[in-house]
T-cell receptor, first 111, second 113 residues
């Protein structure tokens, strides 16, 4: 059973702070890793993907991957109230199939 | 936005009745997926398809069947709906390759009473 785990939250941070979201996965054959944001009542939308160890930055978002520790994280700098959503970590073992999702972490950014 | 349309968007049905949900894509992506999303469980894969008439089961496939007769359409059928199948259903598409993302449809909220 391939598993992806996340803290369910809620994670509350003040506006302007850094939000740190974490994810661990069980399948060492996992090849690529995705962070999706889902607003209440909406469908998931991709924020970032990463497939190499290290950091990947895109605007206020940084994804970090450590395959040896089977750990992926998402940092959101200068958090805004509009960042309040559930963040889903997803893992793909390859060949376009079988995205496995974590349960999601609910983030609340307080004005 | 990726061209994925789910229908219907909302449905209320009675226990024991058959229900079919439709996913239509205009992106010509090879892979199509059906997920259900429930509080505390996140997104769970029901079935997926890797080509026309090529489908496989996901982790929660019991009580569901699928069909894909055309690249653009992927149907999910609940043969005899039960209250435990009350959920939000998402269709997703992707292309082959480990580094390609999944794009999601708007979702279908199904209530079985």
């Amino acid at each position: 059973q391939k598993e992806v785990e996340q803290n369910s939250g809620p994670l509350s941070v003040p506006e302007g702070a850094i939000a740190s979201l974490n994810c661990t996965y069980s399948d060492r054959g996992s090849q690529s890793f995705f962070w999706y944001r889902q607003y209440s009542g909406k469908s998931p939308e991709l924020i970032m993907f990463i497939y190499s160890n290290g950091d990947k930055e895109d605007g206020r978002f940084t994804a970090q991957l450590n395959k040896a520790s089977q750990y992926v994280s998402l940092l959101i700098r200068d958090s805004q109230p509009s960042d309040s959503a559930t963040y889903l970590c997803a893992v793909n073992i390859g060949y376009g199939q079988n995205f496995v999702f974590g349960p999601g972490t609910r983030l609340s950014v307080l004005p | 936005d990726a061209g994925i349309t789910q229908s219907p968007r909302h449905k209320v049905t009675e226990t024991g009745t058959p229900v079919t949900l439709r996913c239509h894509q205009t992106e010509n992506h090879r892979y199509m997926y059906w997920y259900r999303q429930d509080p505390g469980h996140g997104l769970r894969l029901i079935h997926y398809s890797y080509g026309v008439k090529d489908t496989d089961k996901g982790e929660v496939s019991d009580g569901y069947s699928v069909s894909r007769s055309k690249t653009e359409d992927f149907l999910l059928t609940l043969e005899s709906a039960t209250s435990s199948q009350t959920s939000v259903y998402f269709c997703a598409i992707s292309d082959p390759g480990g580094n390609t993302e999944a794009f999601f449809g708007q979702g279908t909220r199904l209530t079985v009473v």
